[in-house]
Protein backbone atom coordinates (compact mmCIF):
# COMPACT_ATOMS: atom_id res chain seq x y z
CA UNK A 1 0.00 0.00 0.00
CA UNK A 2 1.58 3.34 -1.04
CA UNK A 3 2.36 5.98 1.05
CA UNK A 4 -0.35 9.65 0.87
CA UNK A 5 0.86 12.65 0.49
CA UNK A 6 -0.81 16.07 -0.41
CA UNK A 7 1.76 16.27 -3.52
CA UNK A 8 -0.33 12.90 -4.43
CA UNK A 9 -3.65 14.31 -3.98
CA UNK A 10 -2.56 17.61 -6.17
CA UNK A 11 -3.26 14.82 -9.18
CA UNK A 12 -6.94 15.37 -8.60
CA UNK A 13 -7.46 17.48 -10.96
CA UNK A 14 -9.94 19.48 -8.20
CA UNK A 15 -7.57 19.50 -5.44
CA UNK A 16 -4.78 21.16 -7.30
CA UNK A 17 -5.50 24.94 -5.78
CA UNK A 18 -5.69 23.57 -2.15
CA UNK A 19 -2.90 24.32 0.07
CA UNK A 20 -0.71 21.40 1.35
CA UNK A 21 -1.49 21.50 5.12
CA UNK A 22 -5.42 21.25 3.81
CA UNK A 23 -4.52 18.17 2.17
CA UNK A 24 -1.93 16.83 5.06
CA UNK A 25 -5.21 17.08 7.73
CA UNK A 26 -7.29 15.44 5.18
CA UNK A 27 -4.83 12.68 5.84
CA UNK A 28 -4.64 12.89 8.88
CA UNK A 29 -8.32 12.38 9.71
CA UNK A 30 -8.79 9.80 6.68
CA UNK A 31 -8.91 6.12 7.05
CA UNK A 32 -6.35 4.35 3.82
CA UNK A 33 -7.64 0.77 2.94
CA UNK A 34 -7.42 -1.45 -0.09
CA UNK A 35 -10.18 -3.49 -1.78
CA UNK A 36 -9.61 -6.67 -4.12
CA UNK A 37 -11.72 -6.87 -7.20
CA UNK A 38 -15.53 -8.02 -6.99
CA UNK A 39 -15.92 -6.10 -3.65
CA UNK A 40 -18.31 -3.42 -2.62
CA UNK A 41 -17.67 0.30 -1.54
CA UNK A 42 -20.65 0.82 -0.82
CA UNK A 43 -24.36 -0.49 -1.37
CA UNK A 44 -27.17 0.71 -2.27
CA UNK A 45 -29.94 1.69 0.08
CA UNK A 46 -26.97 1.80 3.39
CA UNK A 47 -25.68 5.52 4.70
CA UNK A 48 -22.95 6.96 2.89
CA UNK A 49 -19.78 6.69 5.49
CA UNK A 50 -18.31 9.56 3.72
CA UNK A 51 -15.88 11.07 0.99
CA UNK A 52 -14.05 8.04 -1.03
CA UNK A 53 -10.58 9.47 -2.50
CA UNK A 54 -9.31 6.49 -5.11
CA UNK A 55 -6.33 6.29 -5.30
CA UNK A 56 -5.54 3.28 -7.62
CA UNK A 57 -8.21 0.88 -9.07
CA UNK A 58 -11.45 0.82 -10.99
CA UNK A 59 -15.03 0.83 -9.81
CA UNK A 60 -18.23 -0.25 -11.31
CA UNK A 61 -21.24 1.30 -10.67
CA UNK A 62 -24.67 -0.48 -10.90
CA UNK A 63 -28.45 -1.01 -9.77
CA UNK A 64 -30.33 -3.91 -9.36
CA UNK A 65 -33.65 -3.98 -10.57
CA UNK A 66 -35.54 -7.39 -10.43
CA UNK A 67 -32.78 -9.29 -9.25
CA UNK A 68 -30.88 -8.40 -12.57
CA UNK A 69 -27.87 -5.78 -12.87
CA UNK A 70 -28.14 -2.44 -14.44
CA UNK A 71 -24.81 -0.75 -14.98
CA UNK A 72 -24.92 3.06 -15.14
CA UNK A 73 -21.06 4.21 -15.40
CA UNK A 74 -17.46 2.94 -14.10
CA UNK A 75 -15.50 5.35 -12.35
CA UNK A 76 -11.50 4.98 -12.34
CA UNK A 77 -8.73 6.67 -10.29
CA UNK A 78 -8.10 9.34 -9.59
CA UNK A 79 -11.92 10.00 -8.40
CA UNK A 80 -13.57 11.35 -5.69
CA UNK A 81 -17.29 9.92 -4.92
CA UNK A 82 -19.55 9.47 -1.87
CA UNK A 83 -20.47 12.38 0.40
CA UNK A 84 -19.44 15.86 0.02
CA UNK A 85 -20.27 19.26 2.07
CA UNK A 86 -23.83 20.31 2.13
CA UNK A 87 -25.07 17.21 0.16
CA UNK A 88 -28.54 16.37 1.41
CA UNK A 89 -28.06 12.98 0.03
CA UNK A 90 -26.82 10.62 2.86
CA UNK A 91 -27.36 7.03 1.63
CA UNK A 92 -26.41 5.43 -1.51
CA UNK A 93 -28.87 4.56 -4.43
CA UNK A 94 -26.13 2.28 -6.51
CA UNK A 95 -24.21 0.47 -5.95
CA UNK A 96 -19.92 0.31 -6.20
CA UNK A 97 -18.33 -2.60 -7.02
CA UNK A 98 -14.53 -2.94 -7.51
CA UNK A 99 -13.53 -4.18 -11.32
CA UNK A 100 -9.97 -3.62 -10.88
CA UNK A 101 -7.55 -4.01 -7.53
CA UNK A 102 -8.18 -0.45 -5.75
CA UNK A 103 -6.44 1.73 -2.54
CA UNK A 104 -8.72 4.34 -1.04
CA UNK A 105 -8.77 6.92 1.18
CA UNK A 106 -12.28 7.60 2.91
CA UNK A 107 -12.63 10.80 5.01
CA UNK A 108 -15.51 10.01 7.53
CA UNK A 109 -18.73 12.21 7.47
CA UNK A 110 -18.33 12.85 11.49
CA UNK A 111 -15.87 15.08 10.39
CA UNK A 112 -17.00 16.99 8.03
CA UNK A 113 -18.44 20.07 9.70
CA UNK A 114 -14.92 20.21 11.20
CA UNK A 115 -13.91 20.53 7.80
CA UNK A 116 -16.29 22.98 6.38
CA UNK A 117 -15.14 25.13 9.44
CA UNK A 118 -11.30 25.22 8.82
CA UNK A 119 -10.25 24.09 5.57
CA UNK A 120 -12.08 26.83 3.21
CA UNK A 121 -10.03 25.99 -0.22
CA UNK A 122 -10.77 22.21 0.30
CA UNK A 123 -14.42 22.54 0.76
CA UNK A 124 -14.51 24.76 -1.89
CA UNK A 125 -13.25 22.63 -3.74
CA UNK A 126 -15.51 19.66 -2.81
CA UNK A 127 -18.52 21.63 -3.45
CA UNK A 128 -17.09 21.97 -6.53
CA UNK A 129 -17.21 18.44 -7.26
CA UNK A 130 -20.74 18.18 -6.31
CA UNK A 131 -22.29 20.85 -8.31
CA UNK A 132 -19.97 19.21 -10.95
CA UNK A 133 -21.67 15.91 -10.15
CA UNK A 134 -25.33 17.53 -10.30
CA UNK A 135 -25.27 18.94 -13.47
CA UNK A 136 -23.36 15.77 -15.18
CA UNK A 137 -26.09 13.37 -13.38
CA UNK A 138 -28.91 15.69 -14.82
CA UNK A 139 -27.28 15.39 -18.14
CA UNK A 140 -27.08 11.92 -18.13
CA UNK A 141 -30.63 10.93 -16.83
CA UNK A 142 -32.19 13.65 -19.58
CA UNK A 143 -30.04 12.02 -22.17
CA UNK A 144 -30.11 8.18 -21.03
CA UNK A 145 -34.54 8.73 -21.00
CA UNK A 146 -34.33 10.48 -24.08
CA UNK A 147 -32.47 7.52 -25.72
CA UNK A 148 -35.28 5.24 -24.04
CA UNK A 149 -38.07 7.06 -25.31
CA UNK A 150 -36.46 7.58 -28.97
CA UNK A 151 -35.96 3.66 -29.49
CA UNK A 152 -39.71 3.03 -28.43
CA UNK A 153 -41.15 5.60 -30.60
CA UNK A 154 -38.17 4.37 -33.67
CA UNK A 155 -39.80 0.66 -33.35
CA UNK A 156 -43.57 1.93 -33.52
CA UNK A 157 -42.70 4.39 -36.07
CA UNK A 158 -40.80 2.52 -38.04
CA UNK A 159 -43.79 0.03 -38.38
CA UNK A 160 -46.24 2.75 -39.23
CA UNK A 161 -44.04 4.20 -41.87
CA UNK A 162 -43.68 0.46 -43.56
CA UNK A 163 -47.57 -0.29 -43.95
CA UNK A 164 -48.08 2.96 -46.11
CA UNK A 165 -44.75 2.40 -47.97
CA UNK A 166 -45.61 -0.72 -48.86
CA UNK A 167 -48.80 -0.11 -49.68
CA UNK A 168 -47.39 2.32 -51.88
CA UNK A 169 -44.94 0.31 -53.93
CA UNK A 170 -47.47 -2.46 -53.78
CA UNK A 171 -50.35 -0.03 -55.63
CA UNK A 172 -47.87 1.24 -58.35
CA UNK A 173 -46.22 -2.11 -59.19
CA UNK A 174 -50.53 -2.97 -59.91
CA UNK A 175 -50.98 0.09 -61.48
CA UNK A 176 -48.43 -0.31 -64.18
CA UNK A 177 -49.51 -3.60 -64.76
CA UNK A 178 -52.98 -2.60 -64.96
CA UNK A 179 -51.99 0.50 -67.53
CA UNK A 180 -50.33 -2.13 -69.64
CA UNK A 181 -53.43 -3.67 -70.46
CA UNK A 182 -55.11 -0.28 -70.94
CA UNK A 183 -54.27 -0.05 -75.23
CA UNK A 184 -56.73 -3.36 -75.72
CA UNK A 185 -59.73 -2.09 -73.36
CA UNK A 186 -58.88 1.50 -75.99
CA UNK A 187 -59.13 -0.43 -79.48
CA UNK A 188 -62.75 -1.99 -77.94
CA UNK A 189 -64.10 1.25 -76.82
CA UNK A 190 -62.56 3.62 -79.96
CA UNK A 191 -64.45 1.02 -82.14
CA UNK A 192 -67.93 2.23 -80.47
CA UNK A 193 -70.20 3.70 -82.58
CA UNK A 194 -73.09 5.98 -80.49
CA UNK A 195 -75.30 9.00 -80.69
CA UNK A 196 -73.31 11.97 -78.86
CA UNK A 197 -76.77 12.76 -76.12
CA UNK A 198 -76.40 8.79 -75.22
CA UNK A 199 -72.69 9.35 -74.98
CA UNK A 200 -73.62 12.32 -72.56
CA UNK A 201 -76.28 10.33 -70.88
CA UNK A 202 -74.18 7.25 -70.01
CA UNK A 203 -71.38 9.65 -68.96
CA UNK A 204 -73.60 11.91 -66.64
CA UNK A 205 -74.96 8.64 -65.21
CA UNK A 206 -71.30 7.62 -64.11
CA UNK A 207 -70.99 10.91 -62.40
CA UNK A 208 -74.32 10.62 -60.73
CA UNK A 209 -73.26 7.06 -59.60
CA UNK A 210 -69.84 7.86 -58.24
CA UNK A 211 -71.04 11.23 -56.61
CA UNK A 212 -73.17 9.60 -54.12
CA UNK A 213 -72.71 10.13 -50.35
CA UNK A 214 -75.26 7.53 -48.94
CA UNK A 215 -73.24 4.51 -50.28
CA UNK A 216 -75.04 1.50 -48.29
CA UNK A 217 -72.93 -0.64 -45.55
CA UNK A 218 -73.41 -4.36 -46.29
CA UNK A 219 -73.17 -7.34 -44.17
CA UNK A 220 -71.15 -10.14 -46.11
CA UNK A 221 -73.86 -11.62 -47.26
CA UNK A 222 -75.69 -9.00 -48.20
CA UNK A 223 -72.77 -8.33 -50.77
CA UNK A 224 -72.46 -11.78 -51.64
CA UNK A 225 -76.02 -12.18 -52.62
CA UNK A 226 -75.82 -8.86 -54.26
CA UNK A 227 -72.03 -9.68 -56.51
CA UNK A 228 -74.38 -12.86 -57.77
CA UNK A 229 -77.32 -10.89 -58.90
CA UNK A 230 -74.85 -8.33 -60.57
CA UNK A 231 -73.17 -10.93 -62.03
CA UNK A 232 -75.78 -12.52 -63.54
CA UNK A 233 -77.12 -9.78 -65.06
CA UNK A 234 -74.09 -9.07 -67.01
CA UNK A 235 -73.65 -12.37 -68.01
CA UNK A 236 -77.30 -12.71 -68.99
CA UNK A 237 -76.14 -9.53 -71.56
CA UNK A 238 -72.78 -11.17 -72.58
CA UNK A 239 -70.65 -8.62 -70.49
CA UNK A 240 -66.79 -10.51 -70.24
CA UNK A 241 -64.65 -9.73 -67.20
CA UNK A 242 -67.98 -10.09 -64.94
CA UNK A 243 -66.41 -11.04 -61.64
CA UNK A 244 -64.31 -8.45 -61.65
CA UNK A 245 -66.98 -6.08 -62.71
CA UNK A 246 -69.66 -7.04 -60.21
CA UNK A 247 -67.03 -6.98 -57.49
CA UNK A 248 -65.59 -3.44 -58.08
CA UNK A 249 -68.98 -1.69 -59.50
CA UNK A 250 -70.49 -3.08 -55.71
CA UNK A 251 -67.34 -1.07 -54.13
CA UNK A 252 -68.56 2.07 -55.77
CA UNK A 253 -72.14 1.49 -54.75
CA UNK A 254 -73.74 0.59 -58.42
CA UNK A 255 -76.76 -1.37 -58.96
CA UNK A 256 -78.38 -3.78 -61.29
CA UNK A 257 -81.07 -0.66 -61.52
CA UNK A 258 -78.02 1.72 -62.59
CA UNK A 259 -76.90 -0.76 -65.19
CA UNK A 260 -80.25 -1.11 -66.79
CA UNK A 261 -80.31 2.51 -66.63
CA UNK A 262 -77.19 2.63 -68.95
CA UNK A 263 -78.03 -0.08 -71.35
CA UNK A 264 -81.30 2.51 -72.45
CA UNK A 265 -79.01 4.24 -73.75
CA UNK A 266 -75.93 1.58 -74.95
CA UNK A 267 -76.81 -0.73 -77.89
CA UNK A 268 -76.56 -4.09 -77.07
CA UNK A 269 -73.59 -4.85 -78.78
CA UNK A 270 -71.47 -2.50 -77.07
CA UNK A 271 -72.33 -3.17 -73.26
CA UNK A 272 -69.18 -5.63 -72.93
CA UNK A 273 -66.47 -3.04 -73.98
CA UNK A 274 -68.40 0.28 -72.04
CA UNK A 275 -68.91 -1.65 -69.17
CA UNK A 276 -65.35 -2.93 -69.12
CA UNK A 277 -64.07 0.57 -70.18
CA UNK A 278 -66.09 1.75 -66.68
CA UNK A 279 -64.32 -0.74 -64.54
CA UNK A 280 -60.86 -0.43 -65.76
CA UNK A 281 -61.06 3.08 -65.20
CA UNK A 282 -62.76 2.67 -61.36
CA UNK A 283 -59.29 0.71 -60.99
CA UNK A 284 -57.56 3.06 -61.65
CA UNK A 285 -59.05 5.70 -59.18
CA UNK A 286 -58.85 3.18 -56.54
CA UNK A 287 -55.50 2.31 -57.28
CA UNK A 288 -54.84 6.04 -57.84
CA UNK A 289 -57.01 7.19 -54.37
CA UNK A 290 -55.22 4.49 -52.44
CA UNK A 291 -51.87 5.32 -53.35
CA UNK A 292 -52.53 9.21 -52.24
CA UNK A 293 -53.82 7.63 -48.87
CA UNK A 294 -51.07 6.13 -48.11
CA UNK A 295 -48.46 9.18 -48.91
CA UNK A 296 -50.97 11.54 -47.01
CA UNK A 297 -50.82 8.87 -44.18
CA UNK A 298 -46.72 9.07 -44.24
CA UNK A 299 -46.45 12.95 -44.87
CA UNK A 300 -48.86 13.35 -42.00
CA UNK A 301 -46.11 10.88 -39.77
CA UNK A 302 -43.29 12.97 -41.18
CA UNK A 303 -45.27 16.14 -39.91
CA UNK A 304 -45.70 14.67 -36.35
CA UNK A 305 -41.96 13.83 -36.35
CA UNK A 306 -41.07 17.38 -37.03
CA UNK A 307 -43.47 18.72 -34.44
CA UNK A 308 -42.72 16.23 -31.75
CA UNK A 309 -38.82 16.50 -32.10
CA UNK A 310 -39.49 20.65 -32.79
CA UNK A 311 -36.39 20.04 -35.47
CA UNK A 312 -37.14 23.18 -36.90
CA UNK A 313 -37.68 25.84 -33.94
CA UNK A 314 -34.81 27.35 -31.99
CA UNK A 315 -33.96 25.87 -28.59
CA UNK A 316 -35.43 28.92 -26.49
CA UNK A 317 -38.80 29.00 -25.09
CA UNK A 318 -41.85 30.25 -27.12
CA UNK A 319 -45.14 29.84 -27.07
CA UNK A 320 -46.82 27.08 -28.28
CA UNK A 321 -50.05 25.18 -28.47
CA UNK A 322 -49.46 22.16 -26.18
CA UNK A 323 -52.33 20.21 -28.16
CA UNK A 324 -50.18 20.32 -31.25
CA UNK A 325 -47.28 18.37 -29.20
CA UNK A 326 -49.58 15.80 -27.30
CA UNK A 327 -51.24 14.98 -30.22
CA UNK A 328 -48.01 14.37 -32.21
CA UNK A 329 -47.17 12.62 -29.62
CA UNK A 330 -50.09 10.09 -29.65
CA UNK A 331 -49.21 9.37 -33.81
CA UNK A 332 -45.55 9.01 -32.52
CA UNK A 333 -46.86 6.21 -30.17
CA UNK A 334 -49.68 5.29 -32.19
CA UNK A 335 -48.76 1.67 -32.83
CA UNK A 336 -48.06 0.60 -29.15
CA UNK A 337 -51.57 2.89 -28.63
CA UNK A 338 -53.38 -0.31 -31.22
CA UNK A 339 -50.99 -2.96 -29.99
CA UNK A 340 -52.28 -2.29 -26.51
CA UNK A 341 -55.60 -2.13 -27.87
CA UNK A 342 -56.14 1.20 -25.65
CA UNK A 343 -59.42 3.91 -26.60
CA UNK A 344 -57.68 6.99 -26.66
CA UNK A 345 -60.48 10.15 -25.22
CA UNK A 346 -59.52 13.44 -26.13
CA UNK A 347 -60.75 16.47 -24.04
CA UNK A 348 -59.54 19.20 -25.21
CA UNK A 349 -60.09 22.89 -23.74
CA UNK A 350 -59.75 24.58 -27.78
CA UNK A 351 -59.92 27.89 -26.11
CA UNK A 352 -56.75 27.41 -23.90
CA UNK A 353 -54.01 30.04 -24.96
CA UNK A 354 -50.89 29.14 -26.19
CA UNK A 355 -48.42 28.59 -23.32
CA UNK A 356 -44.40 29.82 -23.27
CA UNK A 357 -42.35 26.47 -22.96
CA UNK A 358 -39.62 24.46 -24.78
CA UNK A 359 -41.40 22.52 -27.04
CA UNK A 360 -39.30 19.07 -26.90
CA UNK A 361 -38.90 19.05 -23.22
CA UNK A 362 -42.82 18.92 -22.91
CA UNK A 363 -43.08 16.18 -25.48
CA UNK A 364 -40.84 13.98 -23.23
CA UNK A 365 -43.04 15.06 -20.48
CA UNK A 366 -46.34 13.62 -22.96
CA UNK A 367 -44.07 11.22 -24.12
CA UNK A 368 -43.20 9.45 -20.31
CA UNK A 369 -46.75 9.64 -18.98
CA UNK A 370 -48.55 8.18 -22.11
CA UNK A 371 -45.52 5.57 -22.09
CA UNK A 372 -46.43 4.49 -18.47
CA UNK A 373 -50.07 4.78 -18.79
CA UNK A 374 -50.06 2.21 -21.64
CA UNK A 375 -47.76 -0.12 -19.68
CA UNK A 376 -49.91 0.18 -16.94
CA UNK A 377 -53.11 -1.04 -18.18
CA UNK A 378 -50.89 -3.75 -20.83
CA UNK A 379 -52.29 -6.58 -18.22
CA UNK A 380 -55.55 -6.01 -18.85
CA UNK A 381 -55.14 -6.47 -22.84
CA UNK A 382 -57.07 -3.32 -22.95
CA UNK A 383 -57.55 0.39 -21.60
CA UNK A 384 -58.46 3.90 -21.73
CA UNK A 385 -56.10 6.70 -22.06
CA UNK A 386 -58.10 9.79 -21.34
CA UNK A 387 -56.34 13.53 -21.79
CA UNK A 388 -57.91 16.38 -20.59
CA UNK A 389 -56.77 20.12 -20.80
CA UNK A 390 -58.11 23.05 -19.19
CA UNK A 391 -57.63 26.82 -18.31
CA UNK A 392 -57.47 27.49 -14.71
CA UNK A 393 -57.13 30.93 -14.06
CA UNK A 394 -53.13 31.69 -15.38
CA UNK A 395 -52.34 27.87 -15.30
CA UNK A 396 -53.12 25.35 -18.13
CA UNK A 397 -53.90 22.27 -16.56
CA UNK A 398 -53.27 18.90 -18.63
CA UNK A 399 -54.52 15.47 -16.59
CA UNK A 400 -53.81 12.11 -17.88
CA UNK A 401 -55.58 9.33 -17.24
CA UNK A 402 -55.73 5.66 -17.15
CA UNK A 403 -57.69 2.77 -15.54
CA UNK A 404 -55.15 0.76 -14.82
CA UNK A 405 -54.58 -1.13 -11.39
CA UNK A 406 -53.69 1.99 -9.94
CA UNK A 407 -50.03 2.91 -7.77
CA UNK A 408 -49.75 0.81 -4.27
CA UNK A 409 -49.79 3.45 -1.93
CA UNK A 410 -46.70 2.08 -0.08
CA UNK A 411 -44.83 3.43 -3.56
CA UNK A 412 -46.50 6.52 -4.25
CA UNK A 413 -44.07 8.77 -1.97
CA UNK A 414 -41.37 7.37 -4.66
CA UNK A 415 -42.34 7.28 -8.03
CA UNK A 416 -40.39 10.43 -8.76
CA UNK A 417 -37.16 9.34 -6.91
CA UNK A 418 -34.56 9.13 -9.48
CA UNK A 419 -33.70 5.12 -10.31
CA UNK A 420 -37.05 4.15 -8.68
CA UNK A 421 -39.39 1.77 -11.21
CA UNK A 422 -41.34 -1.40 -10.94
CA UNK A 423 -40.66 -2.23 -14.44
CA UNK A 424 -38.56 -5.54 -15.63
CA UNK A 425 -34.68 -4.58 -16.57
CA UNK A 426 -34.82 -3.18 -20.02
CA UNK A 427 -37.91 -1.66 -19.66
CA UNK A 428 -37.47 1.06 -17.65
CA UNK A 429 -34.45 2.86 -16.59
CA UNK A 430 -36.39 4.87 -13.39
CA UNK A 431 -35.53 8.34 -14.69
CA UNK A 432 -38.61 8.98 -16.51
CA UNK A 433 -40.94 10.16 -13.76
CA UNK A 434 -37.91 12.08 -12.67
CA UNK A 435 -37.33 13.81 -15.96
CA UNK A 436 -40.92 14.87 -15.51
CA UNK A 437 -40.71 16.45 -12.80
CA UNK A 438 -37.78 18.13 -13.43
CA UNK A 439 -38.83 19.60 -16.96
CA UNK A 440 -41.77 20.37 -14.84
CA UNK A 441 -39.96 22.42 -12.65
CA UNK A 442 -38.19 23.81 -15.45
CA UNK A 443 -41.13 25.32 -16.38
CA UNK A 444 -42.41 26.40 -13.02
CA UNK A 445 -44.85 24.16 -12.91
CA UNK A 446 -45.86 21.48 -10.78
CA UNK A 447 -47.13 17.87 -11.13
CA UNK A 448 -49.02 15.85 -8.86
CA UNK A 449 -50.83 11.86 -8.90
CA UNK A 450 -54.18 10.69 -7.64
CA UNK A 451 -54.45 6.82 -7.93
CA UNK A 452 -57.20 4.79 -6.93
CA UNK A 453 -57.35 1.38 -8.27
CA UNK A 454 -58.90 1.70 -11.50
CA UNK A 455 -57.88 5.15 -11.97
CA UNK A 456 -54.76 6.68 -11.88
CA UNK A 457 -54.38 10.52 -12.84
CA UNK A 458 -50.96 12.83 -13.08
CA UNK A 459 -52.36 16.38 -13.08
CA UNK A 460 -49.97 19.02 -14.42
CA UNK A 461 -50.09 22.54 -14.06
CA UNK A 462 -48.20 25.41 -16.15
CA UNK A 463 -47.93 28.84 -15.95
CA UNK A 464 -49.47 29.97 -19.64
CA UNK A 465 -47.08 32.70 -19.41
CA UNK A 466 -43.95 30.58 -18.06
Not at 2 to 8: D, G, M, S, Y
Request: proline share 4%; glycine share 6%.
Amino acid sequence: MQTVTPELLHSFETLKEVPLEQLQWLIDNSTQYELAEGELLFKADTPVKGTHFILQGKLKIYLLQKNESREITEWEAPYITGYLPFSRGKTANVFGKITRHAFIMTFPIEKVRDLISNNYELTQALVHIMTTRVRDFTSYQQQNEKMLALGKLSAGLAHELNNPAAAIVRGSTTLIKHLQLEPQAFKAVIAIRMEDKDVDLVTNKLFEVLSRTDKPKLTLMERTEQEDTMRDWLDDHQVSNSDEIAENFLDYAFTCDDLATFKEHIPEKYLSPIFNWINTNLVTERMVHDIQESSQRISELVSSVKNFTHMDQGKGKQFTDIHVGIKSTLTMMNYKLKKGNIEVIEEFDNTLPKIMALVGELNQVWTNLIDNAVDAMAPAGKGQLRIKTKKDREYAEITITDNGPGIPEEIRSRIFDPFFTTKEIGKGTGLGLDVVNQIIKQHKGTVKVDSVPGRTSFIICFPING
